[in-house]
C-alpha cells in the first residue's frame, strides 16, 4: 500500500500570511491526489483533485501542485477559518490511503 | 442538494454487531462509488470499506476484512455497513462519503455528519 507522509505535522502562522503543505507519497501517484480539509467536529471537505483542480466552491486562494511522489498545498493568504487541518489522499493505487494530517494552527 | 446521513452507530460490547445506515438523497448513488471512511478520536482518517457504482464491486481495508460488510440497497438510495465481531479499536466516527466517480479508484466529495461507534464492555 501506498504511504503518504505530511509534513509538517503543525503549521503555526497568522491570519493573511502564506500556508505551505507537503505530501510525500512513497511512490509514485502520477497526478491522482487529493487534499480534503477538516475543521473540529466536522465532516472532511474535498478541496483539491487529481493535484490541482480545485473542487466545486472552493476559494482560488487555496491552489495545488506536484505530480509523482511531491506534492503541496498552498493558501495564499489565510482567513480565519482555514485554521483547520489538512489531509492528502491518493486514488493512484489501492487502497486509497489519507496522509496522517497536518494541523494548521493561529500563532 | 446532495445529503448523506448516517444512523445506527451506539455503543456496543467486544464481539458484537451493528449495521451502520447512510441515507442519500440529491443525487443517485447507484452511480457513484460509495464509501465508509473511520476516524478514532483524535486520529486520522483511515478508508473501511467501499463499493463501486460501476459493478457493485465491493472493497474493504485489512484491518475489516471479513469482518464488515457493505451493501447498498438502491430502490432506498441507501448504503449499509455491518460491522461484526468489532474490536475495541473500531471505535471511531464512521463517515459515509460519496465517491467522484463510480470507479473504485476515487476521491469524495461529499461526506455525511458521521456515526459514532464506541466499543467498550
Known amino acids: 500500500e501506498i504511504v503518504l507522509t505530511q509534513s509538517p505535522a503543525t503549521l503555526s502562522l497568522s491570519p493573511g500570511e502564506r500556508a505551505t503543505l507537503s505530501c510525500r507519497a512513497s511512490?509514485?501517484?502520477?497526478?491522482?491526489l487529493a487534499w480534503y480539509q477538516q475543521k473540529p467536529g466536522q465532516a472532511p471537505r474535498l478541496l483539491i483533485y487529481?493535484?490541482?483542480n480545485r473542487a466545486t466552491g472552493i476559494p482560488a486562494r487555496f491552489s495545488g501542485s506536484g505530480s509523482g511522489t511531491d506534492f503541496t498545498l498552498t493558501i495564499s493568504s489565510l482567513e480565519p477559518e482555514d485554521f483547520a487541518i489538512y489531509y492528502c489522499?491518493?486514488?493512484?493505487?489501492?487502497?486509497?490511503?489519507f496522509g496522517q494530517g497536518t494541523k494548521v494552527e493561529i500563532k | 442538494e446532495v445529503q448523506l446521513l448516517e444512523s445506527g452507530g451506539g455503543l456496543v460490547q467486544p464481539g458484537g454487531s451493528l449495521r451502520l445506515s447512510c441515507a442519500a438523497s440529491g443525487f443517485s448513488s447507484s452511480s457513484h462509488a460509495m464509501s465508509w471512511v473511520r476516524q478514532a478520536p483524535g486520529k486520522g482518517l483511515e478508508w473501511v470499506s467501499l463499493i463501486s457504482g460501476s459493478n457493485d464491486g465491493t472493497y474493504y481495508a485489512d484491518s475489516v476484512k471479513g469482518r464488515f460488510t457493505i451493501s447498498r440497497d438502491n430502490s432506498k438510495n441507501t448504503l449499509y455497513l455491518q460491522v461484526n465481531s468489532l474490536r475495541a479499536d473500531d471505535t471511531a466516527v464512521y463517515y459515509c462519503?460519496?465517491?467522484?466517480?463510480?470507479?473504485?479508484?476515487?476521491?469524495?466529495?461529499?461526506w455525511g455528519q458521521g456515526t459514532l461507534v464506541t466499543v467498550s464492555s
Open positions: 511512490q509514485s501517484v502520477s497526478s491522482y
Open positions: 462519503a460519496k465517491g467522484r466517480t463510480s470507479w473504485y479508484l476515487t476521491y469524495f466529495d461529499f
Open positions: 489522499q491518493q486514488r493512484d493505487s489501492w487502497p486509497g490511503t
Open positions: 487529481d493535484a490541482s
